[in-house]
């Protein structure tokens, strides 16, 4: 079935330097991708979305790109900060078969002070 | 304040003792959802609602049930519960399609 991968499973940066997460995946008719972070104990949350009609979006140290080619986007976060540590998750909207998002497995980021 | 709640936020039950989570929503949101988060395997879909009296299966339906009887409330109902439906369960719901969803803070359920 579709699917969406997403790579690392862990990640761990030293607060200050960059951290990129990177997912792939399958349904080329995909048109929308957001990126939710889950603290502990918590639901996760909309942090940032992208639409197949653009290649890159930016807020404040967080960035996405996108390439529909490949098949695969990106989360950027920048000047990583401790309270960055979460996990992240990507999806894809899936449009054959319905309206879904799809996510991938998460990525368990630690920044360490 | 905007927000999706779920009840109880913990959960230990037996093996075959019917169980309800609740999740009601106040943003006035026409799709909710229920998802299951596991281990390594990020979350997945097992019941969505575009509306009111419409609901639709997800990815992994089986041993569950929903209904949408308001706007707000979206239960989900487990008639006999089984150890593999030990997991932690998020509503969500969203006022544009399936995009924008927010979240509810979780419930931890333990089926032993």
């Known amino acids: 079935g579709e699917n969406v991968e997403q790579h690392p499973s862990t990640l761990s940066v030293q607060e200050g330097d960059s951290a990129v997460i990177k997912c792939t995946y399958s349904d080329s008719a995909s048109n929308y991708f957001p990126w939710y972070k889950q603290e502990l104990g918590k639901g996760p949350q909309l942090i940032i979305d992208?639409?197949?009609?653009?290649g890159e979006k930016k807020d404040q140290r967080i960035a996405v790109t996108l390439n529909k080619t490949a098949k695969h986007f990106s989360l950027h976060i920048t000047e990583t900060q401790p309270e960055d540590s979460a996990v992240y998750f990507c999806a894809a909207l899936l449009l054959r078969g319905g309206n879904k998002l799809v996510f991938g497995a998460g990525t368990i980021l630690r920044v360490k002070s | 304040e905007a927000q999706v709640t779920q009840n109880p936020r913990y959960l230990i039950t037996v093996t075959g003792k019917k169980l309800t989570v609740t999740c009601s929503q106040n943003m006035n949101h026409e799709y909710m959802s229920w998802y299951r988060q596991d281990p390594g395997l990020g979350l997945r879909q097992i019941y969505y609602s575009m509306n009111v009296e419409v609901t639709d299966k997800g990815d992994v339906p089986e041993g569950y049930k929903v209904s949408r009887k308001e706007k707000r409330n979206f239960p989900l109902i487990l008639e006999s519960p089984s150890p593999n439906q030990t997991s932690l369960y998020f509503c969500?719901?969203?006022?544009?399609?399936?995009?924008?969803?927010?979240f509810g803070p979780g419930t931890r359920l333990t089926v032993t």
């Open positions: 969500a719901s969203s006022g544009v399609g399936v995009r924008e969803q927010y």
């Open positions: 992208i639409r197949s009609n653009v």
